[in-house]
């Protein structure tokens, strides 16, 4: 069994057809699936289909996207959001300064509140990090030194050398659908290295098709063409990957019961 630990089932693409799109995945062995939440308006459409579906899990958390629509969000307001039963984990939240669709400051401020209700529930952070190498490890450090929180890098395409700085903190890390990439050859270097115990694997659907599908849709059965590559990449048998990437996600997200 495997588990696609990031997908937007909520996004066009999936929503319109989700029946359907969690049967591919069920045909593909794919038997669980967190589903992400990017704003506080989306929270009860990710938890509701957290809420009717025992397989599929719900996080509650604000992109760094979208920092700027947010304001007004307390802490308070996250921290209940957190209490549901389906709500296993916080995110996604962290820096984006490649795009910069939010103001650095407002990301920073709401990134720190994710790590504040992280430490305080005890459940783990979903980290988006792109072209904020710096500053992430700058705050993910100064954050550690005042209390311990369990967190995992989403859709990892940055350094090794911050690959390595975050696994030093204890974080885990899971690939998506680009390190099957041809030009990602660099990502696909670091990937041989991770150790068994921090790799989860996602596929962050509808974004990010894997090899063979580029250009299509992406859909959570998807999962399973990048775990294949992965296997084959560490030279692995594809069941010890499913095996042990999938005991990572439960370890890690510990409050979502194994089927
Ligand atoms: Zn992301
Ligand atoms: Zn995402």
């Given amino acids: 069994m495997l588990v696609d630990s990031h997908c937007h089932l909520e996004y066009e693409g999936l929503v319109e057809s989700q029946d359907d799109v969690l049967d591919r995945?069920?045909?593909?062995?794919?038997?669980?699936?967190?589903?992400?939440?990017?704003?506080?308006?989306?929270?009860?459409?990710?938890?509701?289909?957290?809420?009717?579906?025992?397989?599929?899990?719900?996080?509650?958390?604000?992109?760094?996207?979208?920092?700027?629509?947010?304001?007004?969000?307390?802490?308070?307001?996250?921290?209940?959001?957190t209490r549901n039963a389906r709500v296993i984990g916080i995110g996604e939240t962290g820096l984006d300064y490649y795009y910069d669709h939010s103001d650095r400051e407002a990301q920073k401020r709401l990134f720190r509140m994710h790590i504040s209700v992280s430490r305080e529930t005890g459940l783990p952070l979903i980290i988006h990090t792109r072209d904020a190498e710096e500053d992430t490890?700058?705050?993910?450090?100064?954050?550690?030194g005042q209390g311990t929180f369990a967190a995992l890098i989403h859709c990892f395409t940055a350094s090794a050398e911050f690959g390595e700085h975050v696994l030093e903190l204890g974080l885990s890390i899971s690939l998506s659908g680009i390190v099957t990439f041809k030009n990602a050859k660099d990502l696909q270097a670091f990937a041989k290295t991770l150790p068994q115990d921090r790799l989860l694997v996602e596929t962050d659907s509808p974004f990010l098709a894997p090899v063979p599908h580029r250009g299509k849709t992406c859909e959570p059965a998807f999962v399973g063409d990048t775990a294949a590559f992965l296997a084959e990449l560490r030279n692995e048998e594809p069941d010890d990957l499913a095996r042990y990437t999938t005991d990572n996600f439960y370890r890690l997200f510990s409050k979502a019961q194994r089927p």
């Fill in 137 to 144: 490890l700058a705050i993910l450090r100064e954050e550690m």
């Fill in 25 to 81: 995945a069920r045909a593909r062995g794919v038997g669980a699936f967190l589903n992400i939440s990017t704003k506080q308006s989306e929270w009860a459409q990710v938890v509701g289909t957290a809420n009717r579906r025992d397989t599929v899990w719900a996080s509650v958390g604000i992109h760094p996207h979208n920092a700027d629509d947010h304001p007004e969000l307390t802490r308070a307001e996250l921290l209940e959001a």
